[in-house]
Every structure is written in structure tokens, then in C-alpha cells.
């Protein structure tokens, strides 16, 4: 469920080209600046942390890198650096590169 939803948060363009439900897609959008995308990643971090406490396994590394994420989109927002979109991955313009 983390990566379906990452992916989408991370490649816009997938949610003109793909068929998801209009909640999905507001869901999404909330994701937006780098605060929220620290967020959820730090979410997505904590709950793979929490679910290797049982016992290890490869899943540490999957728990490290959100982590990882995490902190550089918080340091992005703090630094005030904007959110750097592409044309290739469904930043501004997109629109016109479909029509």
C-alpha cells in the first residue's frame, strides 16, 4: 500500500493517466509541499519501524530510507525551498504534453 501510494505522490502524472476514484485523487494532492511530504513519509517510516519490532528483517532498510526522505523533505521546508516539479513526471505543463 506504501509504494502504490507513494508513487502517486511522487509521479503526478499518474493520476491523470491512471483511473482513480476523485477521494483518491484529493488525498494525493494534499502532498503537495515538502511539510506534507515529510509527513508521510515519516508516517510510512514510524509504521515499518514499529512493525520490525517483532523481529528483523529486511524491512529495516525500507524503514531507513522513508526515514531518510523524511528528513531531507523537512529540511527542504525549512530551508524554504520550493517543491521542484518535472514536465517528465507530471509537473507544470503536463496538461499540455497529454492534449
Known amino acids: 500500500v506504501f509504494g502504490v ?21 484529493v488525498f494525493i494532492r494534499r502532498f503537495s509541499t515538502n ?7 515519516l508516517i510510512f517510516s ?3 519501524w514499529l512493525s520490525i519490532i517483532q ?3 529486511s524491512l529495516i532498510a525500507l ?3 522513508l526515514l531518510i526522505a523524511a528528513i531531507f523533505y523537512s529540511l527542504a521546508g525549512v530551508k524554504g525551498q520550493d517543491f521542484a516539479g518535472s514536465k517528465t513526471l507530471g509537473g507544470q505543463g503536463v496538461a499540455q504534453m497529454i492534449v
Open 5 to 25: 501510494v507513494l508513487i502517486f505522490v511522487e509521479i503526478p502524472l499518474l493520476l491523470r493517466i491512471c483511473p482513480t476514484s476523485e477521494k483518491f485523487d
Open 35 to 41: 511539510y506534507m511530504r515529510a509527513a508521510i513519509y
Open 46 to 48: 514510524v509504521v515499518e
Open 55 to 57: 523481529g528483523a528483517s
Open 63 to 65: 524503514a531507513v530510507f
